[in-house]
């Protein structure tokens, strides 16, 4: 008998990576068409610390240790609230609608190594900041983007 995974935790984080120049790291998904995007993940468990969730999807997604020699990791204290797509919703309990997403950045070396994990993304690329607004498949991924000089 398949075991049934849990239901995801509608609370997440979404981490813009950049270099000190503000070129941005997006990610290709390997289940979008076009989808580019920063690194995002739910928590594992609902008291899991932001700051955790946030470094861990980092790592698992591309590789890096935002705890590593020359990585800053920012808390950058902003919170979305977005509708979760109908196509992903089965993912969550029923009835859960609404996703909460808070958003860091993580300052990197210039140069610094990207592993992806091919079971969710498929590419990578180094951009400008404004440029890489621009290719963002979501908009709350877009405007922090956007917002990134701000943070640094």
Known sequence: ????RPFKIPESVLVVIHTPALDVLLLHRADGANHWQSVTGSKDHWDEAWEATAAREVL????IDSHGAGMVLTDWCLENIYDIWPQWRHRYAPGVVFNRERVFGLCVPAGTAVV?????????????????ADRCFSASNAEACLLLPRFV
């Open 1 to 4: 008998m398949e075991q049934q």
């Open 60 to 63: 698992e997604e591309t590789g």
């Open 116 to 132: 992806l994990s091919p079971r969710e993304h498929v590419a990578f690329e180094w951009l400008p900041w404004r440029e890489a």
